[in-house]
């Protein structure tokens, strides 16, 4: 078996702590996108590819969509499994994919992502690897076959003005500006009721947003489906937009 094949699927365990859960003992959908983050990274460290290696080149990773689908949410103090991989190049994106399944093998959530490897200095992005289309080849495929097509915004002078988002010094990432789980929980505290499982979760990152910014949002809900706009109150640049679908249980 080669480097390659060993490598191709990543998987880590994961025990939910209390400060990742919320009022229900469920681990809360912002620390579930933590845990997305950390793994993605050890993954690519592991690689060859991690965010210490780039930066020294001048480059860096950013997530440019992601695509969520969600079962359910794991208990406190339960542990979870969680799988990543690579899926291959489309565009200009790497993509990768997650799954996540409780101790008894259920399957809970599986997203996929699609990630641009950008200059720093030029803020430009940078053609991908052939390495990620080679380990691609021996790696499961997608878990979601999303063409990370626009997502369409609220329309101009439809829904309402969401929860204000402030981008603090802990939201910050090695790149010196708000981590892509701040901006995801913007998203996901900009509607005035908390996603629940099942749903289906949709991001596209648009936009930087740095320490002191104030993300403004606009909210539309309209046949089943909640869409969120997220721009930066200073100049009105857009940073990020969101759909977020409820999945309606099958009838017994």
Request: net charge neutral; aromatic share 6%; hydrophobic share 45%.
């Amino acid at each position: 078996m080669s480097a390659g094949d060993r490598l191709s699927v990543f998987r880590e365990r994961f025990r939910i702590r209390a400060s990742e859960m919320g009022p229900d003992a469920r681990l809360r959908l912002p620390a579930l996108f933590d845990l997305f983050q950390e793994i993605a990274g050890n993954h690519a460290t592991a690689l060859g590819w991690g965010s210490d290696v780039l930066l020294a080149r001048g480059q860096t990773w950013i997530l440019s969509r992601l695509t969520l689908k969600l079962t359910a949410l794991p208990a406190w103090r339960e542990e979870i499994a969680v799988e990543t991989w690579p899926a291959g190049v489309h565009r200009l994106w790497a993509l990768r994919e997650f799954r996540v399944t409780a101790a008894d093998g259920t399957e809970l959530a599986r997203a996929t992502s699609a990630w641009i490897l950008l200059g720093v200095a030029t803020k430009r992005p940078l053609r991908q690897s052939p390495d990620l289309v080679e380990i691609a080849k021996s790696s499961p495929p997608r878990l979601i076959e999303d063409p990370f097509e626009p997502l369409l915004a609220p329309e101009a002078g439809t829904g309402v003005n969401g929860t204000p988002f402030r981008v603090t010094r802990y939201d910050l990432d090695l790149n010196d500006h708000a981590n892509n789980v701040a901006i995801l929980r913007a998203l996901l505290t900009a509607p005035p009721q908390a996603a629940a499982p099942p749903l289906t979760f949709e991001a596209d990152f648009r936009g930087e947003a740095f320490e002191g910014d104030i993300l403004l949002s606009r909210v539309a809900e309209a046949s089943g489906l909640t869409r969120v706009l997220l721009s930066r109150e200073s100049d009105g640049k857009e940073v990020a937009r969101a759909v977020i679908a409820a999945v309606r249980e099958p009838a017994s």
